[in-house]
């Protein structure tokens, strides 16, 4: 996997991750996968909306998740 990508989750980092953050994993993940660091016009789109969907995802995995031993603020 991508080393760049950090754990977005107490107690990696001490505070919920900021959509930022969130975000440039996503960017990182996109771009790993799909193999390119900044897409050719003709495929911005798709690597726009993957971004997206995949910030997304990561939001609702993160509110989702259950940690034992850390207290989560509203």
């Known amino acids: 996997m991508c080393r760049s990508i950090k754990t977005?989750?107490?107690?990696a980092?001490?505070?919920?991750?900021t959509e930022e953050e969130i975000r440039a994993a996503?960017?990182?993940f996109v771009r790993k996968v799909s193999g390119f660091r900044a897409?050719?016009?003709h495929n911005q789109e798709v690597?726009?909306?993957?971004?997206?969907?995949i910030t997304e995802a990561t939001v609702g995995l993160l509110d989702g998740l259950e940690i034992r031993g850390v207290v989560r603020t509203p």
Do not use: N
Not at 13 to 17: D, G, H, N, T, V
Not at 47 to 52: L, Y
């Open 8 to 11: 977005l989750r107490p107690p």
């Open 13 to 17: 980092i001490p505070e919920e991750a």
């Open 26 to 28: 996503a960017l990182q």
């Open 39 to 41: 897409p050719a016009a």
């Open 47 to 53: 690597f726009d909306r993957a971004v997206d969907e």
